[in-house]
């Protein structure tokens, strides 16, 4: 992998930088759209290259369901399925050991002071010290390292995740510091599995202790990585508030700098600020396409739900600043979008997925030539500003 800072603000530890695969450049910092089952929910290859989309990650755990491991020894590969010739990356499952586990038993979200209690339901997945077993309906299912990577060298994505133990913010320093036993142990074995070029990134994790999270990140950057993730849970579950990503001041100044930083599931208008100041380089998220196809749409002054009665007869642009198709060639206002909602016609789920899609990567291109222009710090302090 070549890995290129191109420039470093001045007031922050923002980047610009480009990351060269075998399938293209991603300009950072960068947004990776969402297609978990290999595909972006509305939208068509060609849709994602109008919306400015450069790199798409895929879900691992899913597709190896769906696939099996029949499917997956005689599979093309994500690029020809997706005829995606762009750059992709895969998860390595271990978001669902989270998701499936303990999220769904604690009824709680990864970063804690964002989520309401969730309804909690029956924990589906087993760990222990060597890997996981998923109750599903076809029985219990295995993953661990060594099996992470077979799946994801099947799948054929440009860069591809360590085997990993995300906790969640309710798991007190005890179980964390067990986790990141684990997750450092799955990190060598994920790295002595892998037999294909691909680019491998491993993933910091330590919860909400920042000891924990500096070991994690001076142990995984010490790796033969080609890049770094950082993982888990984010904001304090204990009372205090932590929505400004402490974590990541913990765990930035002891990886590489020459290597790429990505940030796992974290994808807010915020969030990217205050992550890109940090030193992130790319982020992925389901939001752009998940709130979209429920009517949740953003926009430069903020987000709007399009099925509020105020936007009946609304005859304004979506986004009078957006140049996406949809807000500066189809010219839908509002409330024509409202209505097509309303009617449950599939043209609305579509529209609003690619408005948003857009939206996200264009402003991860303001936010590059931002940096380009020693404006970053400006911009941040205006955007977020506006959005109150």
């Not at 390595?92 to 964002?114: D, M, Y």
């Not at 993933?203 to 888990?232: C, P, T, Y």
């Not at 009078?320 to 409202?338: I, N, Y």
Request: aromatic share 10%.
């Amino acid at each position: 992998m070549m890995f290129k800072v191109l420039k470093k603000d001045a007031g922050s530890r923002a980047r610009l930088g480009v990351l060269e695969t075998p399938h293209g450049a991603v300009e950072t910092p960068g947004y990776v759209v969402v297609g978990t089952h290999a595909q972006v929910r509305e939208l068509s290859p060609k849709d994602l290259e109008k919306t400015k989309t450069q790199i798409i990650i895929a879900n691992t755990y899913h597709l190896w369901q769906a696939l099996g491991d029949a499917g997956l020894k005689k599979y093309s590969g994500l690029h020809q399925e997706m005829n995606w010739r762009r750059p992709l990356m895969t998860d390595s499952g271990g978001f669902q050991v989270f998701s499936l586990g303990f999220a769904r038993e604690l009824g709680i979200g990864k970063v804690a002071t964002r989520v309401s209690p969730l309804a909690t339901r029956e924990n589906l997945v087993r760990i222990t010290d060597d890997g996981v077993y998923f109750h599903t309906e076809k029985g219990d299912q295995y993953l661990d390292a060594k099996k992470s990577i077979w799946i994801q060298e099947r799948l054929g994505a440009d860069i591809i995740l360590a085997f990993d133990e995300p906790t969640s913010p309710l798991h007190d320093y005890q179980y964390n510091q067990t986790a990141l036993e684990r997750t450092h142990r799955w990190a060598k074995e994920s790295l002595k599995a892998k037999t294909s070029n691909q680019f491998l990134y491993g993933i910091v994790q330590g919860g909400l202790f920042e000891d924990l999270r500096r070991a994690s990140a001076e142990f995984i950057g010490s790796m033969d990585f080609d890049g770094l993730a950082v993982g888990g849970s984010f904001g304090s579950a204990f009372g205090g508030q932590s929505k400004n990503f402490q974590e990541l001041d913990w765990v930035v100044p002891h990886l590489p700098e020459n290597k790429p930083r990505h940030l796992l599931g974290i994808g807010l208008v915020e969030d990217l600020f205050m992550g890109v100041a940090k030193g992130i380089d790319t982020f992925d998220c389901v939001v752009p396409t998940r709130e979209g196809r429920h009517g949740n749409l953003y926009t430069s002054p903020g987000e709007i739900n399009i099925h509020r009665g105020l936007y009946r007869d609304d005859v304004g642009l979506i986004d009078p600043e957006c140049e996406c198709e949809v807000c500066a060639v189809k010219k839908t206002s509002r409330g024509r979008l409202r209505q097509l909602f309303k009617d449950k016609n599939s043209e609305a789920g579509y529209l609003a997925s690619f408005h948003n899609v857009y939206f996200f990567n264009n402003l991860m291109n303001q936010i590059r030539q931002a940096i380009a222009e020693d404006r970053f710090g400006k911009l941040m302090a205006e955007r977020l500003a506006r959005r109150g």
